[in-house]
């Protein structure tokens, strides 16, 4: 199993701002995923990281938007850059052991409202 | 792409009833399907999964049969109790860099 700390649980940010989300890992894992979940809805996959690797961005999200670091097996980070009132979600991160279909662990994700 | 399609969208059973979600796949290459539960303002959590090497699989009241052929799963709760409410989500996988394609999720009501 894995062990995911996300920070931060909640915040509300001026439009216009970034906010910085991280998530610690207790355990070296290989692939990293970043969703959004709007509320009520489905999970919705931002982005794929991979350490020492650029993250590979689904249709719809780009990396200007939404930069993702990798620094190493346990740690990554999302930013939310010039956010809209659009961008208040829910955002997750989720971790696979990288054994073939595991299962995924997740943050407890951090719920961003934009003012 | 993998599609997942899931239904239904809100299901509502007495207490003590069972409780059945499906879901269909568009990817015949599909071979790992997991079921998650998420509580209000908790995270998704994995409760039961199964290969496309076996039909069926069970864990106490929690069940999945899986159905190759013509491409669907489905999740059964027998004996339903409160805390079984919730939002379930169905998901598949090909294994291709290890993604998960969500169904849409069926939000579960339990009557008193």
């Known amino acids: 199993s894995a062990v995911i700390s996300q920070k931060p649980s909640r915040d509300i940010c001026q439009r216009g701002t970034s906010l910085t989300i991280q998530c610690q890992v207790d355990?070296?894992?290989?692939?990293m995923f970043w969703y959004r979940q709007q509320p009520g809805q489905s999970l919705t996959l931002i982005a794929t990281?991979?350490?020492?690797?650029?993250?590979?961005?689904e249709s719809g999200f780009v990396i200007d938007k939404f930069p993702i670091s990798r620094p190493n097996l346990t740690f990554s980070t999302l930013t939310v850059s010039n956010m809209s009132p659009e961008d208040s979600s829910i955002y997750l991160c989720?971790?696979?052991?990288?054994?073939?279909?595991?299962?995924?662990?997740f943050g407890q994700g951090t719920r961003l409202t934009v003012v | 792409g993998e599609n997942v399609e899931q239904h239904p969208s809100t299901l509502s059973v007495q207490e003590g009833d069972s409780a059945v979600i499906k879901c269909t796949y568009s990817?015949?290459?599909?071979?790992?399907f997991p079921w998650y539960k998420q509580e209000l303002g908790k995270r998704p959590q994995l409760i039961i999964d199964?290969?496309?090497n076996v039909g069926e699989k069970k864990d106490q009241r929690i069940a999945v049969t899986l159905n190759k052929t013509a491409k669907h799963f489905s999740l059964h709760i027998t004996e339903t109790q409160p805390e079984d409410s919730a939002v379930y989500f169905c998901?598949?996988?090909?294994?291709?860099?290890?993604?998960?394609?969500w169904g849409a999720g069926t939000k579960l009501i339990i009557k008193p």
């Open positions: 990817d015949s290459a599909s071979n790992y």
């Open positions: 355990s070296q894992v290989t692939m």
């Open positions: 199964i290969r496309s």
């Open positions: 998901a598949a996988s090909t294994g291709r860099n290890y993604q998960l394609i």
């Open positions: 989720s971790v696979s052991s990288g054994t073939w279909n595991t299962e995924a662990f």
């Open positions: 990281a991979n350490q020492g690797s650029e993250a590979t961005y």
